[in-house]
């Protein structure tokens, strides 16, 4: 079974602080996302990662920044946490079959 | 124009009825198709993909994929009150490994 961990499912921050969002998947996947999920407006991608080290913007990166140091571990940085980036947190992951599996999600609220 | 469009729902479907959900997207060369169930609060799982054009069945599940119309659709027989959930239809594009999300459709099945 692919399994998709996310670092906390539930996530309180304020204004202004610098937030991670771990993520980590066990099936050795190349392709590695991260989406955020609000009411009306769906799942949006903020960004992606097909390769250790490489990184593609998604639909709406503005504010956010990503890193992936290791293949399995992909990390959603918010440098500095506004009101406005309250979400659904979930990453996914993907291999050739282009599946997509995802975590259980990060319910993250900014103050 | 949305790339993935699906009717926002509510549908309500009695118990054992089927649950049919339709799906347009707006790229033609795109070649996977796959539609999960998220239940309220919780991360999307799959339910199946589709790649080719006519009919898959899984279970209780039939996925249909005309790609001359551009649109796949999924049915659910027999439908159970569990099957209450939002189903959101994912497409891959011909643009890379990204998955485009359509809004989803709320199901909701009624003993």
């Known amino acids: 079974d692919v399994k998709v961990t996310q670092s906390s499912r539930y996530l309180v921050k304020r204004t202004g602080e610098k937030v991670f969002l771990e993520c980590v998947q066990d099936m050795d996947h190349e392709n590695m996302f991260w989406y955020r999920q609000d009411p009306g407006l769906g799942l949006r991608l903020i960004y992606f990662s097909y390769d250790v080290k490489m990184k593609e913007k998604g639909d709406i990166p503005e504010g956010y920044s990503v890193s992936r140091e290791k293949k399995e571990r992909f990390s959603l940085i918010l440098e500095s946490a506004s009101t406005n980036q309250t979400s659904m947190y979930l990453c996914?992951?993907?291999?050739?079959?282009?599946?997509?599996?995802f975590g259980p999600g990060t319910r993250l609220t900014v103050l | 124009q949305k790339e993935v469009e699906q009717n926002s729902g509510p549908l309500s479907v009695p118990e054992g009825a089927i649950a049919s959900l339709n799906c347009t997207y707006s790229d033609r060369g795109s070649q996977s198709f796959f539609w999960y169930r998220q239940y309220s609060g919780k991360s999307p799982e799959l339910i199946m993909f589709i790649y080719s054009n006519g009919d898959k069945e899984d279970g209780r599940f039939t996925a249909q994929l005309n790609k001359a119309s551009q649109y796949v659709s999924l049915l659910i027989r027999d439908s159970q009150p569990s099957d209450s959930a939002t189903y959101l239809c994912?497409?891959?594009?011909?643009?890379?490994?990204?998955?485009?999300f359509g809004g989803g459709t709320r199901v909701l099945v009624k003993p």
């Open positions: 996914a992951s993907s291999g050739n079959a282009d599946t997509q599996y």
């Open positions: 994912a497409v891959l594009g011909t643009a890379g490994n990204k998955l485009t």
